[in-house]
């Protein structure tokens, strides 16, 4: 649906050349909800308005929908524009119109007739759940409410792909959920590609299908949410993650002297990740009955990925030494993760 | 007062307000398209156009640091070619334009630069042109500005008008100095001057209304 290629952009600004972007692949198919996450300054804004050339990029190319833009004239650039919706951080409506002319004005500018332009807006003041509201303006709206102008003045050309530039941004976490369940359904009803950049993670994790995190002008990491959630690689994503689901050790953990190998009389720490179904399955009490060991639970903690449970547990096996092994060994062949934090000696006392 | 005063009041009266009207109109008429062209071709504007930008700012400027006076002497062979005349109550309409337009286009630059440019691009990612930009963004988010500029002008053009009696332009400012101050009239003077004040308030209190009903932020 959305392809960009190698996308570079500098800019001349009063400090030399700054360059925001320095090779970005991207695709995104169609229907898809993909999040771009980066701190400011990452270049994630320069990036999604690289999609509907706001910012024509300095190289690379931009394909939506099998329509390369990068190569087309100002002029064919408006007409495709019109078919790419967005909404802002901060809403960007017209003070001067009220709510009804505000969702009419991209009718207005596609030429569509007083009883076509008046058919579209009742039924996205309805979908926005706002008809109460139609003739007031802008600076009579919540927060929330303005940004579901937004989104319907977005939606009113019937575009097959949503811009949102940190449309949450500006919103209580109350009301930014009520408009991220907005744009799932929206999603959902009319196959809508959506793309959104934002630096909360909630937001991500909230209703994204793929997710890319962009650091100084580079994508670092792409994939599906629960990939990138579950199995971070880079130190910027893991710190992005870590204000939602915790993979540092909590801080008890510090003061233990843990050994990276056995030692005599050791108990084994480690921890396990489960991810959907793994999570179901009884790992822990059959891996006692199998072995002669015992387990005690340290830490845990269980989240959601939109449906899917994702759960860590840091747990202390203790047992012969041969048998802390042989358990060890059967964990690694079940459908979870599993990272060995370290041997501790035996009377140690953990948790304080 | 005899009636032969009051009918030189009311002559007066219509002179100023005909010179204000007339020459408030057509500043209006080309200060508002050039403000509008000294906003949107300045940089990272939506027709940036810096050579274009920068001459006309020269020109606005050199035109508004002429003192009224001098400007209205200097520009003489101009007001005898537009009007034919360089003395009356029409040729004093050129020099009063002229003062005005770059006053009016200023404004207009200024009023339109406010206008948050997020709602600019908002309007440009729903693929409007320049000139839609222009008419239905622009114009209609920064009109109570342009309305409050445009009273100001006016205002301005009704103090100017009064030096426009130096070309024989008549009108209210004209008879103060020549009966008022010249032949004595304390009389004349302070009614002129209330005449004055009173337009004056009725001017700024329309622009004020115009403006308030248009603001909706």
Known sequence: MIALQKIEKTYKSSNGMVHALKGINVTIAQGEIFGIIGTSGAGKSTLIRCINMLERPTKGTVTVDGQELTALSELELREERKKIGMIFQHFNLLSSRTVYQNIAFPLELAHCSKEAIDKEVMHLLNLVGLLDKKDQYPAQLSGGQKQRVGIARALANHPKVLLCDEATSALDPQTTKSILGLLKNINREFGLTIILITHEMQVIKEICDKVAVIEGGLIIEQGTVLDVFTKPKANTTKEFISNIINHNLPDIFDDLNLSPIPTENSNLIVRLSFLGHSAEEPVISSMIRRFDIDASILHGNIDHIQTTPFGTLIVELSGEANSLEQALAYLQTRELGIEVIGYVSRHADIIS | ?217
């Open chain 2, 1 to 217: 007062m005899s009636p032969d005063m009051l009918i030189l009041l009311a002559k007066s009266l219509w002179e100023t307000t005909y010179m204000v009207a007339v020459s408030g109109f057509i500043s209006a008429l080309v200060g508002v398209p050039l403000g509008i062209i000294l906003a949107t071709t300045d940089k990272r504007h939506i027709l940036e156009n810096p050579p274009l930008n920068q001459v006309l700012g020269v020109i606005v400027n050199a035109a508004r640091s002429t003192p009224f006076i001098i400007l209205m002497v200097a520009i003489i062979p101009l007001t005898r070619l537009l009007v034919g005349t360089s003395i009356g109550t029409n040729a004093a309409i050129v020099p009063l334009s002229i003062a005005a337009i770059p006053f009016v286009a200023r404004i207009v630059e200024s009023a339109l630069k406010e206008v948050d440019y997020g709602v600019i691009e908002a309007a440009q990612a729903m693929g409007a042109s320049p000139r839609e930009i222009i008419t239905k963004v622009l114009l209609p988010e920064a009109m109570p500005a342009i309305i409050l500029g445009l009273t100001l002008t006016i205002i301005s053009l009704i103090g100017y008008s009064a030096m426009a009696g130096a070309i024989g332009g008549g009108g209210l400012g004209d008879l103060a100095i020549r009966y008022g101050y010249q032949r004595f009239r304390a009389d004349i003077m302070l009614i002129t001057v209330i005449i004055l004040i009173g337009q004056v308030q009725l001017v700024q209190s329309t622009g004020d209304y115009l403006a308030r009903r248009l603001n909706k932020k």
